[in-house]
């Protein structure tokens, strides 16, 4: 099996990559802005340039492609998940291959947990309503799969959302962690290994791969600075969000997911038990 990667620099891409190097022939990973260090198979790739995509895919030939590229910039994002999604989308349809896209939890807006693949998104926010848009455009592509998922974090390095509450409280800023957010935090090598099983089934459509733990972003925040040690919280507080500009109870139904798969999807806590 050949995979191309796209976002094998981005958080998701520095677990799934190595994964996916030990379970395939051949593996191609793109980064835009830096190569991950003594990376095997990196290629540089904007994903809103159509003909970079499409040469890319096209020399390669992969069997599978794995789109997990996204964007950190606020004047960025919605162009790079739209038009990433058509560019992905059109060379995967134009070379046969498989196309697995990394979609959202917060495509919904957190009224009607637990969402099943079949509920319809009513984004919030523009970040919900860019992925619902992408996932309408991987669509039109009949060997796909959305992935759609929750808050992903590591044991080896310091997720995103932690990350930000570390500089907050470094930085003696005011930090509150929302009790009335409810997610399913996905372990990054779950749902890498996810991915990749799912390269190699024949399930096409939407399927909702996340921990099976539910917890607050307050319960989950906590155990994550515990986890890594992160002791003064003199600025951390406990607060509730604004449930009309984001998703209260973005809860997802995995069960279809725990049928179909053979990869375990734990909870927090039950990662965090099998790694101390």
């Given at each position: 099996?050949?995979?191309?990667?796209?976002?094998?620099?981005?958080?998701?891409?520095?677990?799934?990559?190595?994964?996916?190097?030990?379970?395939?022939?051949?593996?191609?990973?793109?980064?835009?802005?830096?190569?991950?260090?003594?990376?095997?198979?990196?290629?540089?790739?904007?994903?809103?340039?159509?003909?970079?995509?499409?040469?890319?895919?096209?020399?390669?030939?992969?069997?599978?492609?794995?789109?997990?590229?996204?964007?950190?910039?606020?004047?960025?994002?919605?162009?790079?998940?739209?038009?990433?999604?058509?560019?992905?989308?059109?060379?995967?349809?134009?070379?046969?291959?498989?196309?697995?896209?990394?979609?959202?939890?917060?495509?919904?807006?957190?009224?009607?947990?637990?969402?099943?693949?079949?509920?319809?998104?009513?984004?919030?926010?523009?970040?919900?309503?860019?992925?619902?848009?992408?996932?309408?455009?991987?669509?039109?592509?009949?060997?796909?799969?959305?992935?759609?998922?929750?808050?992903?974090?590591?044991?080896?390095?310091?997720?995103?959302?932690?990350?930000?509450?570390?500089?907050?409280?470094?930085?003696?800023?005011?930090?509150?962690?929302?009790?009335?957010?409810?997610?399913?935090?996905?372990?990054?090598?779950?749902?890498?290994?996810?991915?990749?099983?799912?390269?190699?089934?024949?399930?096409?459509?939407?399927?909702?791969?996340?921990?099976?733990?539910?917890?607050?972003?307050?319960?989950?925040?906590?155990?994550?600075?515990?986890?890594?040690?992160?002791?003064?919280?003199?600025?951390?507080?406990?607060?509730?969000?604004?449930?009309?500009?984001?998703?209260?109870?973005?809860?997802?139904?995995?069960?279809?997911?725990?049928?179909?798969?053979?990869?375990?999807l734990p909870g927090v806590d039950e990662v965090l038990k099998m790694h101390r």
């Open positions: 099996m050949r995979v191309l990667i796209t976002g094998g620099s981005g958080y998701l891409g520095r677990y799934l990559v190595p994964l996916a190097m030990q379970k395939a022939e051949a593996v191609v990973h793109t980064y835009y802005s830096s190569a991950p260090p003594g990376a095997m198979g990196a290629r540089r790739l904007d994903v809103r340039d159509a003909n970079a995509v499409m040469e890319l895919v096209t020399d390669f030939e992969p069997d599978v492609i794995i789109h997990a590229a996204g964007s950190s910039g606020r004047t960025t994002m919605a162009e790079v998940i739209g038009r990433g999604a058509k560019h992905i989308t059109a060379a995967a349809a134009h070379t046969g291959a498989r196309l697995i896209h990394l979609s959202t939890d917060v495509v919904f807006d957190g009224r009607r947990a637990p969402y099943k693949e079949d509920d319809a998104p009513r984004p919030l926010h523009e970040y919900g309503r860019a992925k619902a848009r992408a996932e309408a455009i991987v669509r039109r592509h009949t060997n796909h799969v959305i992935v759609r998922t929750s808050l992903i974090y590591g044991l080896q390095e310091i997720d995103h959302g932690t990350a930000w509450i570390l500089d907050g409280l470094r930085q003696g800023d005011s930090v509150t962690l929302f009790t009335d957010q409810i997610r399913n935090p996905v372990w990054a090598v779950s749902l890498s290994n996810a991915c990749l099983e799912l390269a190699a089934l024949h399930y096409r459509g939407i399927l909702h791969v996340a921990g099976s733990q539910i917890l607050t972003r307050a319960q989950f925040g906590l155990r994550m600075l515990d986890w890594w040690g992160i002791i003064e919280r003199a600025t951390l507080s406990l607060g509730t969000g604004d449930g009309e500009r984001w998703p209260a109870d973005c809860s997802l139904d995995i069960s279809r997911a725990q049928r179909l798969l053979q990869t375990p």
